[in-house]
């Protein structure tokens, strides 16, 4: 990856007028937050060939059918993006991969806006999550 794709991530990110909360150029990572629109430390990872975006949701304390059910039906209705799965099964994630070759302002501000609608439109039921 070079220094002027990671740049040009970030040239994005502050046109956007998100807040960047930690930078790691050797990483190529960076955590914004908008308080606003509930974005709170996503991560948007700039590894060639792809942008990864990523924001922790919550825990699962219990599993149970019906929580998956639901994130997957969520899922269908998410503009940009998925509900996913950590490594260990246990953390909900959003996340999104855009191709790094043609990003476009319009493409990033897609994917996070995505992520704002979602958090807006279904959090009641994630806080649900939540509490069981």
């Known amino acids: 990856m ?5 740049l040009k991530v970030k040239d994005f990110i502050l046109e956007l007028g998100y807040h960047i909360t930690r930078e790691d150029a050797e990483d190529a990572v ?10 709170n430390n996503l ?6 060939p ?9 825990t699962i304390k219990q599993e149970s059918f019906d929580l998956y059910k639901s994130l997957l039906r969520k899922n269908r209705d ?4 998925a509900f996913a ?7 909900v994630l959003f996340r999104d991969t855009l191709q790094l070759e043609n990003l476009d302002l ?7 806006n995505s992520l704002a609608l979602l958090l807006s439109e279904y959090s009641d039921e994630l ?3 939540t509490h069981n």
């Open 2 to 6: 070079s220094d002027n794709q990671f």
């Open 30 to 39: 960076f955590v914004i937050s908008d308080e606003e629109s509930g974005i």
């Open 43 to 48: 991560v948007i990872g700039v590894s060639d």
């Open 50 to 58: 792809l942008v990864i975006i990523e924001q922790y949701i919550f």
């Open 78 to 81: 998410i503009i940009h993006g």
């Open 85 to 91: 799965l950590d490594d260990s099964g246990k953390k």
């Open 106 to 112: 319009n493409e990033l501000e897609g994917s996070i």
């Open 127 to 129: 806080l649900s999550f």
